[in-house]
């Protein structure tokens, strides 16, 4: 009699073993509609959810654009996105998602059903998904095998237990005044490898060198010698690093959360794994450019709110691309920026950030070399310097010992648009540049000197601290307790 107790109560069990893993479930044909946004996949504990949400509202006016995204379902105030497919295209409210008959989740949007995004796992087997308490949205075959999982397409967040591996980045939407975005990515070098920070120009420089067309201003320590998988994650303990080695047995923390004991190597292989953590965290890059830590707090004070553990960049003006092409300047406190235009530039759409004015500054034309000193003046910008990359660099003299004749150099040389003087270890050097890309920072040991053109009233910079209407408004504060070693002029072109 007890045996037969026992086995109903297995069978019991099991059977409600089986249905809760059913509950979770997303089946074949399954189908979200954009114009029922409320309508979403929610993950066992409603921890998650996964469905359309509104690009932005106002009030009781919802914007009919839409992200296919990820979110926490349950934290109060503004939603917090965490996975996009579709953050560069948002759709209209006429957009519907579905896991079709051949196992593809394909994104669909407008009268004739225009594809916008899909998982392309047709014919891999696909036949049901699951939204996982991990925040992983993970699409199953037959064998309950990962066909495609959202942790290894990430957007500009890391959930704990994700990995980041070699051929994985983090990106920032690109930018819809100009198009540049921030990436957190492995940056492979002959013998070492590190994880770094960079600032990507527009699309529209795609064909030139990639020197070029990016530049890095923060970077993880470097790993010398690598074998095996090398993955970056954030662990449940709240720590952030690199695991790496045939058995994931090296580990290089650039965070470490001093109440974490599990170490990193344990989280590199639980990323399918349907269980919540037990604190509620998120390693965002955010579209300033600084890659920040956050863990969710029930009482901060009386209210419900994330708050800040780390940050990779203190100084704000430490990261590229801050002020488009204008130079960033830190206040009396050393934590607040401001951005100014350089001579012959301007702000975009009233915003902090500043961009090229081309029937202002630029090359001379034609081909006769000597007609640039007729056409263009120099324009000095004191105690700033520049970010730039390799590829931007025309030439470099150490020869010049007056601070007026490196701008003269500029002047004589018809490809160049600037150039930075200064002084390293007492000696002086001048930089010649064909571009001016990244942006520049308040150094009282050098002087930029911008080539603008001759003819027509052309505002001259602000120095640090200057006001008028070239300032732009104050960015973020930037936190955390990292120190960050960002290369001066001389070294730039070699990052």
């Given at each position: 009699?007890a045996?037969?107790?026992n ?10 073993f ?16 954009a114009?029922?946004?409320?309508q979403?996949w ?5 921890t998650f959810a996964f ?5 932005s509202?106002?009030g009781?006016?919802v914007?009919?654009r839409?992200?296919l995204a990820i ?5 109060p105030?503004d ?8 953050r560069?295209?948002p759709?209209?409210?006429?957009a519907i998602v579905?896991?079709?008959v051949?196992?593809n989740?394909v994104?669909t949007?407008?009268a004739a059903?225009?594809v ?12 049901y998904?699951v939204?996982?308490?991990s ?6 075959n037959a064998?309950?095998s990962?066909?495609?999982q959202?942790?290894?397409h990430?957007?500009d ?11 994985l980045?983090?990106?920032t939407s690109k930018?819809?005044s100009?198009g540049?975005y ?5 940056l ?5 490898l ?9 699309e529209?420089?795609e ?5 070029y067309a990016?530049y ?9 010698n690598v ?5 970056a ?6 720590s952030f690093?690199?695991v ?5 047995n090296?580990?290089v ?7 974490d004991n599990?170490?990193?190597s344990?989280?590199?292989?639980q990323?399918i794994?349907?269980?919540r ?5 998120r390693l965002?890059l ?5 890659l ?12 419900r ?21 204008g130079?960033c300047?830190?206040?009396?406190s ?6 100014s235009?350089?001579?012959g530039?301007f ?6 950030q500043?961009?090229?004015?081309s ?8 081909q006769?070399?000597q007609?640039s000193?007729t056409?263009?003046r120099i324009?000095?910008?004191q ?8 590829f931007?660099?025309?030439?470099n003299?150490?020869?010049i ?6 701008g003269d150099a500029?002047l004589?040389?018809?490809?160049c648009?600037a150039?930075v003087y200064?002084l ?6 001048c930089w010649?540049l ?6 520049g920072f308040?150094?009282a040991g ?8 001759s003819?027509?009233s ?11 209407d ?5 960015k973020?504060k ?18």
């Amino acid at each position: 009699m007890a045996s037969g107790a026992n086995s109903f109560f297995f069978i019991l069990g099991f059977a409600w073993f089986i249905q809760a893993c059913m509950a979770g479930q997303i089946g074949i044909r399954s189908r979200l509609f954009a114009s029922d946004h409320n309508q979403v996949w929610l993950s066992d504990n409603r921890t998650f959810a996964f469905g359309f949400s509104p690009l932005s509202s106002s009030g009781d006016n919802v914007n009919d654009r839409f992200l296919l995204a990820i979110w926490f379902a349950e934290l109060p105030g503004d939603r917090t996105v965490i996975w996009s497919a579709n953050r560069n295209s948002p759709v209209s409210k006429n957009a519907i998602v579905e896991l079709d008959v051949t196992g593809n989740l394909v994104l669909t949007d407008g009268a004739a059903a225009s594809v916008v995004w899909s998982s392309n796992t047709s014919g891999d087997g696909a036949e049901y998904a699951v939204m996982s308490e991990s925040g992983n949205f993970i699409l199953f075959n037959a064998e309950r095998s990962p066909v495609w999982q959202s942790f290894s397409h990430p957007s500009d967040t890391l959930l704990p237990n994700q990995p980041l591996s070699v051929s994985l980045e983090l990106t920032t939407s690109k930018s819809p005044s100009h198009g540049g975005y921030y990436t957190l990515k492995m940056l492979q070098q002959r013998t070492t490898l590190k994880l770094a920070l960079t600032f990507n120009l527009p699309e529209s420089y795609e064909g030139l060198p990639e020197s070029y067309a990016n530049y890095s201003y923060w970077s993880a320590p470097e790993i010398s010698n690598v074998t095996g998988e090398v993955i970056a994650v954030l662990d449940e303990g709240g720590s952030f690093g690199v695991v790496y080695g045939d058995s994931s047995n090296g580990a290089v923390y650039v965070y470490k959360n001093d109440n974490d004991n599990g170490g990193l190597s344990a989280s590199t292989n639980q990323s399918i794994r349907n269980v919540r953590t037990q604190v509620v965290r998120r390693l965002t890059l955010e579209s300033n450019g600084n890659l920040r830590l956050y863990r969710w707090d029930d009482d901060v004070n009386g209210s419900r709110q994330w708050v800040p553990e780390w940050a990779a960049v203190s100084n704000p003006c430490d990261i590229a691309g801050i002020c488009g092409n204008g130079i960033c300047y830190l206040d009396k406190s050393k934590t607040n920026a401001s951005c100014s235009c350089l001579p012959g530039t301007f702000k975009d759409n009233g915003g902090s950030q500043c961009f090229e004015n081309s029937s202002s500054v630029g090359k001379c034309g034609g081909q006769n070399h000597q007609s640039s000193s007729t056409q263009f003046r120099i324009s000095p910008v004191q105690q700033t310097n520049y970010y730039y990359s390799e590829f931007s660099v025309i030439a470099n003299y150490s020869d010049i010992n007056t601070v007026a004749k490196c701008g003269d150099a500029c002047l004589t040389d018809c490809e160049c648009v600037a150039s930075v003087y200064g002084l390293d270890d007492e000696k002086p050097y001048c930089w010649v540049l064909r571009s001016l890309d990244f942006g520049g920072f308040e150094d009282a040991g050098s002087t930029l000197f911008v080539k603008v053109k001759s003819n027509g009233s052309i505002p001259e910079a602000n120095g640090p601290g200057g006001g008028g209407d070239s300032s732009g408004s104050a960015k973020e504060k930037a936190t955390g307790d990292l120190e960050v070693y960002i290369k001066e002029a001389l070294e730039m072109g070699l990052l």
